[in-house]
């Protein structure tokens, strides 16, 4: 496998909860490196931008009203096959599904607030880290 890079927001139910930490800390045990890091709060239109592609859905509003509701932490993760590697730790969307010891296993509060996002391809990722960081921001 080769060292790749994905892009992960850490949600503001887990800032919340002063859980970046541990959240970080799953990433890493999990492989993962954090090549860059930073603590925003983001706006309506970041939000509306960032969930686009989900315009159209029932539950867009909610979506954006809940990402802007507190700060997040952005990252880029590097790591062998970071987006497989990140979706594996993150767990399944809902809580209630995913494995024991994942992040929403462990941490999330409900399937809306599940305290992590994660890239679900390389091209994604690509196109979600250039969405929040320049290449200069990105030290790996």
């Known amino acids: 496998m080769a060292t790749t890079r994905t892009f992960s927001i850490i949600k503001p139910d887990a800032t919340r909860r002063n859980l970046t930490g541990a959240v970080t ?4 045990d999990a492989g993962l490196r954090v ?6 709060q983001m706006t309506q239109e970041q939000a509306e931008g960032f969930y686009a592609v989900h315009r159209e859905r029932p ?8 990402m802007i509701s507190g700060p997040v932490v952005v990252q880029v993760l590097e790591g062998e096959d970071a987006v497989a590697t990140n979706r594996k730790v993150m767990g399944a969307t809902n809580p209630a599904n995913a494995d024991a010891g994942t992040i929403r296993k462990e941490l999330a509060e409900s399937i809306e607030a599940n305290s992590v996002h994660g890239s679900d391809s390389e091209e994604n990722a690509a196109i979600e880290i250039a969405y929040f960081f320049k290449p200069e921001e990105i030290v790996g």
């Open 59 to 66: 539950f867009f509003g909610d979506l954006v009203s809940f």
């Open 25 to 28: 800390k799953m990433l890493e």
């Open 35 to 40: 090549v860059a890091s930073k603590r925003i």
